[in-house]
Structure formats: structure tokens, C-alpha cells
């Protein structure tokens, strides 16, 4: 159903479409993973309106009824950052902030980590509203972090991520053997190295893994790979490409050393996801990368 709205300041509007199938206000929101709980709360504080009545939680919606979700301002939840977070993508519902190497997304310890950063970004664009990101990336790992803007909306995109609809690709410069337009699939269970802390290994009792990857170009002893997510498990893409002989420059746990690059060569450069409403495909690709320039394939 393509829905249009309209978000003004503490609040969001959706026009039903006329053709829109009739559908009990129940299943809307379950429609968009809002808790029973969430639902109870919306409703006790009067913060959903039918065509400007409040909403019992009993009534069926037709086409062309207008829903509207009250906003209320919230607290942003981190401390900020000294520095804003680099932004390359917004819109009404989202953000995309470029992590640097070497910072963290999250830690309740680490004032400068991205969701710090993004805390300062939010203060200083008016975002009232919890600093809540989609996905992580490693501390070492370049690129793009998708957060959600309005809290509401949260359970729904973390949705999308589990069920594949937001998809993160990634360019990896490796070891290895391979040449362009060679394809992989890698889909071996990862899990903790039970001998060294923090690492992760193949495991038979692991967590299911699949990665696809492309060989994009070969430079000397080196491949440019593109590699696809289908599922999220920590160091994934370290891990399959290290176990397959595919092992990531500058990895310092699963890869290899070189001094002709400044830091690990996995970027997560390229990710997309759908408008919660009109359904609007986005594809967002992050700016530069200045160890991945050295290739001409990208």
C-alpha cells in the first residue's frame, strides 16, 4: 500500500490511498511492528487520531482515512560529541552518518563513538528524539550506519534489516587469488574463537552466515571485491573472506599487513532500504575513500 503523509512539527500524518483494502487499526500497526504494548500507550494518551477522533484500538480503516500519530518531543539519550558525525544521506525518517576508522558505534564508555557524534549531530539540527542506529559496523571498518529519527518507526526498520530488506555492501581489498567477474558464495556458521577473546572462527555450531562476494578488478598481488550481506553476524565478512583465502588488508585479526594502505580495507560503502510509506526504493553510496582509489573498479 502506498501511503502518502505529511510530518509536521510533532506530528505525522498518513492519507490512506481510496483503493486501500479495508484493515482493522490493529493489523496496521502490527503492520509496522508496533508492539501491543506501544499500542496499549499510544492509545492511552491520545496520541492516534482518525479523521481527527481519538482512536479506540477497535476501528477498521478505509481508503482515503487519515491517520494521525502525535510526535511528542524526546530526549536525545547520548551525550553529544565535541564533533557532529558526517552525514551523506537524510530524509523525514532517517539518517545516514560515514563512520571513520578506529571510532566505535556504540559505547556507553567512549564519548567520541559515532552514537556521540550522531547525539551532536541531532542537537544541532533540532532531532529531538533517541540517538537509535539500525546496525553497527567493526571498530575498524569504514562506512555508512543507517539511524532512524523517529522512535516510532524504530521496530519497523529493525524489521527490514532481519528480514533483508535493508541491504549493506561492502568493498574489500584482499590477498588471494581470483580475477574479475569471479563470484563467491560463502555461507559457512560463524563463531566465538573459545582461544582468543574477541576473535570469531567457522563453527558447525555457529550462527548461520551467508556472504556473496564478486571479484571487481586485480591489481598486482590484490582483488577489489564487492561483498553482499545476507545475513549479520559480528566480523562476518572478516571471517568468511579470511577463511576462504580472501584475507582483508590490514585486518589485524584475520588478515594481512600492508604499508601501502593506512587502514583495514573493508568499506561499507553502499547500502539501501525502502520508504516506511510510499515504498520508495533509496540506495545511498558514501562519498571517498582514499585506500580504495587506487583501484579503478568500483
Not at 553529544?80 to 556504540?106: M, Q, S
Not at 550506519?145 to 574489500?172: G, H, M, N, P
Not at 560503502?269 to 583501484?295: C, H, L, M, W, Y
Amino acid at each position: 500500500m502506498n501511503i502518502s503523509y505529511e510530518l509536521k512539527p510533532g506530528r505525522l500524518i498518513l492519507d490512506l490511498p481510496a483503493d486501500a483494502e479495508d484493515i482493522s487499526l490493529a493489523d496496521f500497526l502490527r503492520s509496522y511492528h508496533i508492539s501491543g504494548k506501544k499500542k496499549y500507550e499510544l492509545l492511552q494518551e491520545h496520541q492516534i487520531t482518525i479523521n481527527r477522533i481519538d482512536a479506540s484500538g477497535n476501528e477498521i480503516l478505509h481508503g482515503k482515512d487519515r491517520i494521525t500519530f502525535a510526535l511528542p518531543s524526546q530526549e536525545i539519550d547520548y551525550q553529544p560529541a565535541d564533533t557532529d558525525c558526517e552525514v551523506v544521506y537524510e530524509d523525514d525518517f532517517v539518517y545516514v552518518a560515514r563512520k571513520e576508522p578506529g571510532i566505535i558505534v556504540h559505547d556507553p564508555d567512549d564519548p567520541d563513538c559515532l552514537a556521540s557524534r550522531a547525539a551532536a549531530y541531532q542537537r544541532n539540527h533540532g532531532i529531538q528524539s533517541p540517538v537509535r542506529y539500525i546496525h553497527r559496523l567493526d571498530r575498524e571498518t569504514t562506512g555508512l550506519v543507517l539511524f532512524v529519527k523517529i522512535s516510532l518507526l524504530q521496530a519497523w526498520y529493525d524489521a527490514k534489516l532481519e528480514e533483508k530488506e535493508i541491504e549493506r555492501e561492502y568493498l574489500a581489498i584482499t590477498g588471494g587469488k581470483g580475477h574479475a567477474g569471479q563470484r563467491f558464495t560463502y555461507n559457512q556458521n560463524i563463531g566465538r574463537d573459545r582461544h582468543v577473546s574477541g576473535k570469531y572462527r567457522f563453527s558447525p555450531t555457529g550462527k548461520e552466515a551467508v556472504t556473496k562476494a564478486v571479484v571487481l578488478d586485480r591489481k598486482h598481488d590484490l582483488l577489489l571485491m564487492r561483498c553482499r550481506l545476507l545475513t549479520g553476524r559480528t566480523h562476518q565478512i572478516r571471517v568468511h573472506l579470511s577463511g576462504n583465502r580472501h584475507p582483508i588488508i590490514n585486518d589485524p585479526l584475520y588478515g594481512i599487513p600492508s604499508s601501502q594502505f593506512e587502514h583495514m580495507c573493508l568499506w561499507a560503502d553502499t547500502i539501501r532500504f525502502s520508504d516506511p510509506f510510499t515504498g520508495e526504493q533509496r540506495t545511498v553510496q558514501d562519498t571517498f575513500n582514499e585506500d580504495f582509489a587506487k583501484f579503478s573498479a568500483k
